[in-house]
């Protein structure tokens, strides 16, 4: 049967028929690791981030689908190596540090606008009988490399002696319609991961980083009691990862792309 009056057409699924459980926003108590195998690349690893959540959606009617699950976005970065007084290296996301935008996405690349497509998203295709239980979660972290040598030298000495990164995202569990793009915000999740190592690039590899800072441990997600709205950069491409771009900085002259965006 078709809608005859628009007001059918209206899914019957609202916010106040959603019930949402059990929300859990953590970071693992555990510090930063260093690695240091590599003669080429300082590599850290940084605590999980884990959300995760219970919801009991209502029965979901005929020819409707609903994806519910997490949508995250990048809403501050800043991510600088420093080398000596030659110069830094920083990975940035230039439409966010000229504030043309407030957020950019970080979906996995593939699945927006969700942050993954396993345990983050549940698909429920109607006609369903009854309220479905089911649990939505999702984690993140970093583990990246870091160049020893200034990375656009043709040299290979190590020269690196400091690495600063402080990274501020927004996450939202989300209940989406799949044919009519209606979105319910069900939960905002705020939260921050800061690094920071201090490199002595004389020592032997093995010996040269350490945590700096004197605060090993992240501070915790902040799950939040009102809604926020979803940017709209937060919900289509690029995502972070491609929008980034690694700059050169010198303390003296012009500053560099060494790796352009996606």
Request: some cysteine; glycine content about 4%.
């Amino acid at each position: 049967m078709g809608c005859i009056q628009s007001v059918a057409c209206k899914s019957r699924i609202k916010r106040e028929n959603i019930v949402v459980y059990d929300v859990s926003a953590t970071i693992d108590q555990c510090p930063t690791i260093i690695e240091e195998n590599s003669p080429i690349v300082l590599r850290y690893k940084t605590p999980y981030f884990k959300a995760s959540a219970r919801v009991v959606m209502p029965p979901v009617p005929r020819n409707e689908t609903w994806v519910v699950g997490w949508i995250q976005a990048c809403t501050q970065m800043e991510f600088y190596n420093t080398y000596g007084d030659i110069g830094m290296s920083s990975w940035e996301l230039p439409e966010l540090r000229e504030g043309r935008v407030k957020a950019i996405s970080d979906s996995d690349g593939v699945s927006y606008p969700w942050y993954g497509n396993t345990t983050e998203t549940v698909t429920l295709a109607g006609p369903t009988a009854k309220p479905l239980r089911f649990t939505v979660s999702m984690n993140d972290n970093f583990y990246p490399s870091v160049t020893w040598a200034v990375p656009v030298s043709d040299s290979s000495a190590p020269l690196l002696t400091r690495i600063t990164r402080d990274q501020s995202f927004t996450t939202w569990l989300v209940a989406l319609n799949a044919g009519s793009k209606e979105r319910i915000l069900l939960q905002t999740i705020k939260w921050r991961m800061r690094v920071d190592i201090a490199v002595d690039p004389a020592r032997p590899l093995g010996s040269r980083a350490a945590l700096a800072g004197g605060r090993p441990q992240q501070d915790q997600p902040r799950v939040l009691t009102h809604m926020e709205p979803i940017p709209p950069n937060a919900l289509s491409r690029p995502n972070a990862n491609d929008a980034q771009v690694l700059m050169w900085r010198p303390k003296r002259g012009p500053p560099l792309v060494v790796i352009p965006p996606k």
